[in-house]
């Protein structure tokens, strides 16, 4: 059953790669959607089964081959489907059915609709071998593939160049984290001996390391891994530019499930991590950094998809403050909730540009909420999650967040707060400016902006919900005892002592007064509300609109222009890199290397001149060379 | 050392060189005939004095007496009684003169090294046709027979060979009338 | 003195010596000589250096083997000398010298 899981979307891809050429478009496209549905439930199936039964072991292993076996080398090519990966799969096959059903009707007029479905189901394979690999080097390959249908995707309107350059870009910087990756893959095998997760995390619990400045070591490898993948920085830079790519691609991909690749890489090896304060540090420090600045760049957007990208690198970084404060629970339940309301915000937005034709950019929106209701609302209920409006389910993850971090560092916990703050702001002034005010489009005329079909307006409603009612999978402990903190057993699960958690070194809840947590509680929300008046006073009261690019001054200047960090790296690493590739392509290749050829051809040509002047047809020579040479045979046979 | 040798030997051997020396010099092509010829004479007459009496005769008979007289009537055939040969530079009678000397050296160093070691085993009348015979016919039948096959071959092919080709005449003789 | 008691003063290595000045000597002149007549006659001193070589083994070991195989030296050398003084006379038909030197066609 697991293997049917994963590669029931593979079986999808080669159908549609081969054949969808000569399908109908409806057939394809449900065909895909098929797909993943059936794993969605399949997957349910198998979850229910590995909570439901307590005689069933931690884990549903199924080897399928060994991979790789060389003298002492051996890796299998084996799936695990244990409680983290379940909730994984879950997400990422249950947002990925209803995206697939979203693009049959956004992307019904593209020529490449086969393509993209293809792909899609290509990307939902490597994402599920991403999670339910058994050893590293199973996520290694999934990880590889998903960088790699995410370079596909985002390219997906190969005819214009700038997409190109975007999904080079993407798949370049995602390659520089895989190096850091692959270092710390290959120094797990050099300490621990092997890649299986069982194994691994056996030794480094046992403490079967001298010194921890391995797993220090190992763990920062990772982490820049999970940079290059999650857009932490100083690899993000490839996100925004990723919404190149059709608005489902950036829903599904770059919001719900892949950038999500490296959360999950850490969670899954908190054994390291919690052996090493250091690494933990630094991911906390890097993950409120990216967020803080993602926020404040965010707010000077006006492409209404790159609002959302920017919001979406803040948000990583949230989870990865709460994973450096060693609250994986929290950062795995913001997981959850951000792939509801991000790919509710993201699929809303694709509405909107669907709506009005293909405009992005949000100053050339403004009062769609009469023409567009059931995205309005969604879309609504969308922005109200992710600022944090009570109990919401962006409420409960963001809140359980805040609280872990106060516990470990209040400044820490101060920054996280500002940065929830701005979220509230850029949000709403993006909600605002687009669905209230005057409309202000030229091109396009207000009667025709329409509602998108019930195919795209369907997986809209649905995540709603869910982004409403999400929080009930990880309630805090004082809503009462009996629903709270499912996420937080479920994570610490073992079996009454039968088997190791997920999290070996076992979750404790912060330690932190009553009153304080309502305290703290009361800042969010204030924030909220704060952010809420001040940008509904600017946007609707007022009716400020986001002015020209031209007539950006200051602060705003440098934020519209992100800190101007793509322009500083490409001053610092792309020029010269391509500099001395032109220097090696014209010196080192045409000179050095071309002559070196072209010397062995005339230095052969030259000796076998030299040697031709023997072969001079005159038959005495040849005799007394006949002569010479016998007399030469002899003499080395004698002596 | 050469004193304790038989005259016949040292005479014998001494004209064999001499003779020789004057096939290899001579600038009269039919001087290095009659030379060569009188070199097969002595070489029969060393024959006799080692026990090979047939041989020494059917040396006389092929080689001198065929193989010879073949040579003659080519050189009279193609007019070349008084040759005057082009001299060749001196370096190249240098070259040849140190290859054959190196061969020579190196051979008589290949004797030196490997020591005498042959046992003298005269047996009388080896030489003897009777003798020669019984040998010839019984284990070396069939290279015998073979030796027929390749005369046969070697006649056609002379024969073949000399045939004139009315156009290659013509052609040469053109040329004789313009050059 | 009988024909037999010469083995009593001669070594084999005697003959040794003289069939490989022979041999020498009739290497120099098929080196030397431009003329393809002589160059021929040179060969035939060269072979019969080696059939006195095997005749005195042949004497000095008692084998008769020796002295059978100048015998096919003969033959051999008899054939030999046939066919190539047919070539040099097509030679010389053809280009009207003996001069081994100017048979350079098959030049490398």
């Known amino acids: 059953m697991l293997t049917l899981m994963i590669f029931l979307p593979l079986l999808g891809f080669l159908v549609n790669g081969i054949f969808g050429k000569f399908l109908p478009k409806a057939i394809s496209g449900w065909l895909g959607t098929a797909a993943v549905l059936g794993s969605f439930v399949i997957a349910l199936m198998s979850f229910m089964d590995l909570t439901g039964d307590t005689t069933i072991p931690e884990r549903i292993y199924t080897k399928l081959f060994t991979f790789l076996h060389v003298g002492n ?4 090519f084996a799936f695990q489907f244990d409680r983290l990966s379940a909730v994984m799969t879950l997400i990422i096959t249950g947002i990925g059915t209803l995206i697939h059903l979203y693009s049959i009707a956004y992307m019904h007029d593209d020529e490449g609709f086969y393509k993209f479905f293809a792909y899609l189901n290509l990307f939902i394979f490597n994402m599920l071998v991403l999670v339910l690999g058994s050893n590293y080097l199973m996520l290694f390959f999934g990880w590889e593939g998903v960088g790699l249908c995410s370079y596909l995707l985002i390219g997906f309107w190969y005819k214009n160049a700038d997409y190109g350059k975007a999904a080079r870009k993407a798949f370049v910087m995602n390659r520089i984290g895989d190096l850091g990756l692959l270092l710390g893959l290959f120094l797990i095998y050099d ?8 194994e691994v995390f056996r030794s480094v619990f046992a403490g079967s390391v001298e010194s921890n400045a391995v797993n220090t070591a190992i763990a920062l490898l990772l982490f820049i891994g999970a940079m290059g993948k999650s857009a932490q920085i100083p690899l993000y830079t490839w996100l925004p530019d990723a919404m190149a790519g059709p608005t489902p691609v950036s829903a599904l991909i770059h919001a719900a499930t892949m950038v999500t690749a490296g959360i999950y890489l850490v969670i899954r090896s908190e054994a390291i991590y919690a052996l090493s304060p250091l690494a933990r540090e630094v991911v906390m420090w890097i993950g409120l950094a990216t967020s803080l600045m993602a926020a ?43 792939a509801f309301f991000k790919a509710l915000l993201f699929l809303g937005s694709g509405s909107v540009i669907h709506g009005m034709h293909h405009e992005q950019d949000i100053r050339h929106m403004g009062g769609l909420r009469k023409k567009m209701p059931i995205t309005y609302l969604t879309f609504l209920i969308g922005t109200l999650a992710i600022t944090g409006f009570p109990f919401l389910s962006g409420f409960f993850s963001k809140d359980e967040i805040l609280v872990s971090a106060f516990a470990h560092n209040k400044l820490v916990f101060g920054l996280a707060l500002i940065s929830a703050g701005i979220t509230g702001f850029y949000m709403f002034r993006m909600f605002f400016v687009t669905f209230h005010g005057t409309y202000r489009n030229t091109h396009h005329s207000f009667d025709k902006v329409h509602e998108s079909p019930w195919l795209m307006t369907l997986p809209l409603l649905v995540l709603a919900v869910l982004s409403v009612i999400g929080g009930v999978v990880n309630l805090p402990h004082y809503l009462g005892e009996g629903i709270s903190g499912i996420l937080h057993h479920t994570l610490n699960y073992d079996g009454g002592g039968k088997f190791s958690p997920i999290l070996i070194y076992p979750e404790h809840a912060p330690e932190i007064e009553h009153t304080t947590e309502w305290l703290l509680l009361g800042m969010a929300v204030s924030v909220f509300v704060i952010a809420f008046l001040y940008t509904r006073n600017k946007y609707v009261v007022q009716g400020a609109v986001p002015e020209a690019d031209s007539a950006q001054t200051g602060m705003g200047k440098v934020l519209a222009n992100k800190f101007y960090v793509d322009e500083a790296y490409d001053t610092a690493f792309v020029s010269s890199l391509e500099a001395a590739g032109e220097v090696v392509g014209n010196y080192v290749d045409d000179k050095a290397v071309k002559g070196l050829v072209d010397g062995v051809g005339s230095g052969s040509n030259g000796i076998s001149r030299l040697l031709s002047i023997i072969q001079n047809g005159n038959i005495e020579y040849y005799l007394v060379y006949m002569v010479i040479g016998v007399a030469l045979l002899l003499a080395f046979n004698l002596f | 050392m050469l004193q304790n040798l038989p005259i016949p030997f040292l005479v014998l051997s001494f004209l064999t060189i001499l003779s020789a020396l004057y096939v290899v010099t001579s600038k009269n092509p039919v001087h290095s005939v009659l030379a060569l010829i009188f070199t097969f004479f002595t070489i029969s007459a060393h024959y006799v004095l080692l026990n090979a009496q047939f041989l020494a005769v059917v040396n006389l008979i092929v080689y001198a007496g065929a ?32 290859s054959a000397g190196s061969l ?46 390749l005369f046969l071959a070697a006649m056609v092919g002379a024969v073949l060979l000399g045939k004139r080709e ?14 | 003195m009988s024909i037999l008691s010469v083995f009593n003063q001669l070594e084999i290595s005697h003959y040794i010596y003289l069939s490989t000045v022979l041999f020498s000597i009739g290497l120099f002149g098929v080196l030397f000589r431009r003329n393809a007549i002589i160059l021929l006659m040179c060969i035939e001193l060269m072979l019969n250096a080696v059939n006195l070589l095997f005749t005195a083994f042949s004497s000095y070991m008692g084998d008769a083997d020796g002295q059978i195989f100048v015998f096919f030296i003969m033959v051999v050398a008899a054939a030999e000398a046939a066919v190539g003084l047919a070539i040099l006379v097509l030679v010389y038909r053809n280009t009207r010298k003996t001069d081994v030197s100017f048979l350079d066609q098959l030049k490398g």
């Open chain 2, 67 to 98: 193989i010879m007289v073949l040579f003659l009537f080519v050189l009279m055939l193609l007019n070349l009684s008084k040759e005057s040969e082009p001299v060749k530079s001196n370096w190249w009678g240098i070259a040849a003169a140190i």
């Open chain 2, 166 to 179: 009315k156009a290659v005449d013509a052609l040469i003789s053109k040329e004789e009338s313009n050059g």
């Open chain 1, 73 to 76: 080398f051996h890796v299998d």
């Open chain 2, 104 to 149: 020579l050296l190196i051979i008589t160093a290949a004797f030196q090294v490997s020591g005498e070691a042959v046992a003298k085993n005269p047996v009388e009348g080896i030489g003897l046709v009777k003798a020669l015979g019984k040998v010839l016919f019984t284990r070396f039948v069939v290279p015998f027979e073979l030796t027929g096959i």
């Open chain 1, 191 to 198: 300490t621990y001996g092997s890649f299986e997760y069982q």
């Open chain 1, 296 to 338: 404040l760049i965010g707010l000077k957007q006006n492409d209404i998809k790159k609002v959302l990208a920017y919001s979406t690198v803040s948000q990583l970084g949230l989870m990865f403050i709460a994973l450096g404060c060693g609250a994986y629970t929290a950062a795995l339940f913001h997981v959850i909730t951000h």
